[in-house]
């Protein structure tokens, strides 16, 4: 199940959620593992080893990516991978250095991203993770026009369906249509991401389940609450 949490905050990206997952387990996790980002050829997932070489391991591989971007700017396999890299490197800057870091981070990753769609505007992995970003750094109407575009190419696309949905429900306070996006990554059932599937319907049943307990306590969720 997920978490309550009250959503329209700036620190939302924080707020520790705890999803359930086949065989009834449960794994803390946050709205940044929430999110699951399209394919990133040469990222990886949050660090195994310290954070500070962490760091370090991106900060050096994005400086050898913008040395290659100068000698080939429109290469689209850089840019897009100089963007994971900003990606991975503002998720770990979320957890340890704070937001202003992280969105400092993020706000990059969405520049260089728009840089790659411009070479290549078809490529939804892409889009999918510049729509993230957008909505990390707080740039929700880029985020959902992202998000619009990649669903728009191709429809059948879980991880933009299953990441509009959080979208829409975390940034637009809208649990109406992330449930239809949700129920729409279930019809998908993509045999090689069942974990989106099994993510959806627990979504699904706590957005179900704080509805009907906003129904019977109204002071309990304040969800007209707005960014500010």
């Known amino acids: 199940m997920v978490k309550k949490m009250s959503r329209g ?47 370090a391991g991106l900060e050096q591989r994005i400086a050898q990516f913008k040395s290659n971007l100068e000698q080939s700017p429109d290469n689209f396999y850089l840019l897009s991978n100089l963007g994971h890299a900003y990606f ?18 993020y706000l990059q ?11 290549n505007p078809d490529d939804v992995d892409v889009r999918v993770n510049r729509a993230i970003m957008a909505f990390w750094s707080e740039k929700l109407d880029l985020a959902e026009e992202e998000f619009e575009k990649a669903i728009a190419l191709n429809p059948n696309h879980a991880k933009a369906h299953y990441n509009r949905a959080i979208f829409l429900y975390f940034g637009r306070n809208n ?5 239809a996006s949700w129920n729409r990554v279930i019809e998908l059932n993509p045999a090689d991401a069942q974990e989106l599937v099994t993510q959806a319907r627990g979504f699904i049943a706590q957005v179900q389940s704080d509805s009907d307990t906003l129904r019977g306590d109204p002071n309990q969720f304040n969800l007209n609450e707005q960014n500010n």
Do not use: C
């Open 9 to 55: 905050k700036k620190n939302k990206i924080m707020v520790y959620i705890v999803i359930a997952f086949a065989g009834g387990g449960l794994v803390l996790s946050s709205i940044l593992a929430a999110f699951l980002p399209g394919n990133m050829v040469g990222s990886s997932n949050l660090p195994v080893q310290s954070d500070e070489s962490y760091i």
């Open 88 to 105: 991975d490197l503002g998720r770990v800057h979320a957890r340890v250095s704070g937001n202003e870091k992280a969105i400092e981070t």
């Open 109 to 119: 990753a969405v520049e260089v991203y728009g840089r790659a769609l411009q070479i």
């Open 175 to 179: 649990p109406t249509e992330a449930i």
